[in-house]
């Protein structure tokens, strides 16, 4: 592990935030940010006073390997010495507490407040790179544009919000009628209305991105509902925004959201569609018998 402490902070632009946990930090804040830390140190008594240590707190993190496969804990017992007024750099090396093989490294930079455990801490980057991984089923959905969408979530993963929103859009424009096939075979399976099919068919079949999305707002079969909402209405109100006077920060909201959005709609179908199939498997089963 390399450490180095400097009176100099990292040149990096950053906004006036909220104070968060530490641990809050490692687990969701993309690489190349700077955030207020309400517990940035734990405090120990020596015999000549109290000495400060960098906090280190469990994580929540995902875990590839094959016994976990899921969200796992992870420790860190490492000891990095924060001093006062001054920044400390240093590599924070996790591990998981169940396979006790994979590991999470973080480049992060410590500034810590006199008297106080709060300060500030900067995350230059982690390894493996920063958020969960992206569900296989979302990559089934998105198909020919999987490049573009895993570029958009590289620059998501780099807090680019910009470039995050650009390519998640241009992946649903250009994948819109796939994702549209996918949710009629899904009313067609349930038993739809004829009126909400057409619907549908009509929406895909729009040319202008926008509008047919919106045309799409009131026909989704219910098991695709996403916490009531229809997920063509909720990628509308996102995807129409354009990047006029957008800050970074908040194009990166949106990508966020979109991605979850899709991830969830994915998951949907996938489920319906996988439902049918085994349906299909057991009537044959039965039929021949």
């Known amino acids: 592990m390399a450490e180095q402490s400097s009176t100099e902070a990292p040149k990096k632009p950053t906004q006036e935030t909220q104070p968060i946990l530490m641990a809050d930090f490692l687990e969701g804040v993309p690489p190349s940010q700077m955030k207020d830390i309400q517990d940035l140190s734990i405090h120990r008594i020596r015999g000549d006073g109290l000495s400060y240590y960098l906090h280190t707190p469990e994580l929540e993190l995902h875990c590839n390997n094959d016994r976990c496969n899921g969200v796992r804990i992870f420790r860190s017992d490492e000891d990095i010495y924060l001093t006062a007024k001054k920044w400390r750099f240093a590599y924070v090396t996790y591990k998981c507490s169940n396979c006790q093989e994979i590991q999470k490294t973080f480049s992060l930079g410590a500034y810590l407040k006199p008297d106080t455990d709060s300060g500030r801490c900067f995350k230059f980057g982690e390894f493996p790179a920063y958020g969960p991984p ?33 390519y998640y859009r241009r992946v649903v424009e250009n994948q819109k009628g796939r994702i549209f096939d996918n949710v009629i075979k899904v009313a067609e399976k349930i038993g739809a209305s004829t009126d909400l099919i057409t619907a549908l068919i009509i929406a895909r079949d ?7 999305l919106e045309m799409a707002k009131d026909a989704m079969p219910p098991s695709l509902l996403i916490n009531g909402y229809n997920p063509f209405t909720l990628l509308h109100s996102a995807l129409s925004d354009g990047l006029h006077d957008k800050s ?42």
């Open 134 to 166: 992206t569900p296989a089923r979302l990559i089934t959905l998105l198909g020919p544009d999987r490049d573009l969408f895993l570029r958009g979530r590289r620059c998501e993963n780099q807090g680019l919000g910009i470039g995050a929103f650009v």
């Open 206 to 212: 729009e040319t202008q991105f926008s509008k047919s």
């Open 248 to 289: 970074e920060e908040h194009c990166l909201e949106i990508a966020h959201d979109v991605r979850v959005v899709l991830a969830e709609l994915a998951e949907s179908l996938a489920q319906a569609l996988k439902d049918e199939a085994e349906l299909n498997t057991a009537i044959s089963r039965l039929l021949k018998r």
